[in-house]
């Protein structure tokens, strides 16, 4: 199903100004907390939208859940934490339990999308898939705020490129997609 150009070019607009707020350093002024505040903002408005503008809403529901899954497979952002751990750019209670367990996510995203199940596995393993991936992602945000809030400076990597698109727009697509993925699969649930 093509993309309407409305919901390309918001996304678009969105990439290009969290880029652009990456490239000048503008959360580098800001303190740990509203780094995070502005991720859950963010995570706030595209839920926000999803419920409140019908032709999103509608566009959303009609894609296959393996297709919000497979967003997923941009965890594998996780091997570049781990480098970054080796390099002594991020903490290693950051960098390692986050870097493995997105990759991990990622690794599982591609069997949920990809293998030949039937509909009723495949919807288990889309769930057990979100429950795991879910969980994931709350630790990796609660992990990267204490470390914030502790004063920890490796974190600030987080303010600016490339890892500054992680708060701006990557983690809040990826938290989105878990909440609209868990509606999605309670509300077409099959009748028992």
Avoid at 85 to 97: C, I, K, N, T
């Amino acid at each position: 199903m093509p993309t309407p150009l409305p919901i390309r070019l918001a996304v678009w607009i969105w990439l290009i100004a969290a880029v652009l707020v990456g490239h000048y350093r503008l959360m580098q002024r800001l303190p740990m907390p509203a780094v995070e505040g502005i991720l859950f903002a963010l995570t706030g408005v595209l839920l926000l939208l999803y419920f409140q503008a019908r032709g999103l809403r509608t566009w959303i529901d009609r894609l296959d859940l393996g297709a919000l899954v497979l967003l997923h497979v941009t965890r594998f952002v996780g091997f570049y934490f781990l480098v970054l751990h080796a390099r002594g750019e991020l903490p290693h209670d950051f960098a390692v339990p986050a870097g493995w367990g997105d990759i991990i996510v990622a690794t599982l995203a591609l069997p949920v999308c990809f293998l030949p199940l039937g509909d009723a596995t495949r919807r288990r393993a889309i769930t057990i898939w979100n429950v795991i991936g879910f969980m994931d992602i709350i630790m990796v945000v609660s992990t990267a705020g204490r470390l914030g809030l502790q004063g920890n400076t490796q974190i600030r990597e987080f303010t600016v490129l490339p890892l500054s698109l992680l708060p701006t727009f990557l983690v809040p697509l990826i938290i989105a997609t878990h909440v609209i993925i868990f509606l999605r699969l309670r509300r077409e649930s099959p009748a028992r």
